[in-house]
């Protein structure tokens, strides 16, 4: 299963607001500040409507999760049409393994 900060370094996040490959808003930042602004949401809202907010917030998050999880699959199927990784490859290694990866032998 994709984690989150692989579908951001595969440009595969739909999300808008992070942007496809994490360029818009960090998940260091989004993650945190969503959770704090639904609890907020949630404490305000009389427990019938926190119900119903949640619900669709917990529906909406799984269908986001399943529909990036889609994504990178169909994308890992099919060759890359750009892979962002290259920009962080040493100058002088013509290997083309990512310096500082678990893959990079120094």
Known sequence: ????????ATCAELNPIVGRCGERVPLAVYVPVGFALHAAVAWML???????????????EALAIGLNASTRAARDRRAPTCDRRANLRHAGDASGRL???SRDPR
């Open 46 to 60: 009389p427990p019938r409507w926190r119900d119903v907010f949640q619900g669709l917030t917990v529906a909406t």
């Open 99 to 101: 310096v500082g990866s």
């Open 1 to 8: 299963m994709p984690t989150a900060t692989s579908i951001v």
